[in-house]
């Protein structure tokens, strides 16, 4: 899946961007010109890279909130539970690791519509770290079952003098 992606802090400021999606664990976060920040999920983990400092942090892919969305070894009746809401057409889901509070919390929401996988299209979630800093994530112009190289979830190292990595 690829989709744009609006996404919001715990402050307000808002960034823009395209989110990449690959079966089983891939993400990608790349943001609009301008912002050096890239976050990668290479299927194993998570990767925070800012280019204007050169750092790099890496989480295992079930210590994050996103976890659930791309740890296709997680057993999802033990983290997740869908929230009643007053619309139909909207189904969220509610994770967070009861043994792990510190690797947060998300709402994931879905449409239903029946041109998505599974008939739910993801329009975005809601992340709550282990401080309750709020981050949403709205999803527009999905795009479905196009091939996505793996080369897509490759990244340079923001360290100085280092070279690709995967």
Known sequence: MTASFTQTDRVGKVLTGTLTLKKPGKIRFQYEKGVPILIVG???????????????QRWPIGNS???VLLDP???????????PGNDPRIISVEAADPKHPEYGRITLVFARNASAPG??????WVA???QNNRTTLRLTNQQFNAPISDGTFRFNDPRRNSGPRR
Request: glycine share 14%.
């Open 42 to 56: 290479d299927g194993k983990a998570l990767w925070f890279l800012d280019y204007s400092v050169g750092q790099k």
């Open 119 to 124: 008939g739910l299209m993801l329009q975005g």
């Open 128 to 130: 709550l770290d282990a």
């Open 73 to 83: 070894t997680r057993d999802m009746t033990k983290v997740a539970r869908v929230v």
């Open 65 to 67: 909130p996103l976890g």
